[in-house]
């Protein structure tokens, strides 16, 4: 199992960016997707998730702004940010856990398996 995110960057506060989380090793089917952060001196905070294409969840914060979707045939799932906040700043991480329910959601880092490397985003104000 491996996952690559990319797409992290320097943006202005009402700005955009979308980050991808490319998976090999296993399909979306059978695996939920978390997004996760992780500012300076603070603990990784789960973001978004979405369990087997079905549930899904967005921390409070991020509600309205952010959107995890998933293309199925590239088996990349993506994480739309919009309105950037400077309190988005932090270093972005995918993780994957195989799930039998697509009707839980799980999001606490501790509850994933696989984790990729980590994308930088900043906001500016």
């Known amino acids: 199992v491996q996952l690559v995110e990319s797409g992290g960057g320097l943006v202005q506060a009402g700005g955009s960016l979308t980050l991808s989380c490319a998976a090999s090793?296993?399909?979306?089917?059978?695996?939920?997707i978390g997004w996760f952060r992780q500012a300076p001196g603070k603990q990784r905070e789960g973001v978004s998730c979405?369990?087997?294409?079905?549930?899904?969840y967005y921390r409070d914060d991020v509600k309205g702004r952010f959107t995890i979707s998933i293309d199925n045939a590239k088996n990349t799932v993506y994480l739309q940010m919009d309105s950037l906040k400077p309190e988005d700043t932090a270093v972005y991480y995918c993780a994957a856990k195989r799930a039998d329910s697509l009707y839980n959601v799980y999001v606490g880092a501790n509850e994933y398996d696989y984790w990729g490397q980590g994308t930088q985003v900043t906001v500016s104000s």
């Open positions: 090793g296993f399909t979306m089917d059978s695996y939920g």
């Open positions: 979405n369990i087997r294409g079905g549930s899904t």
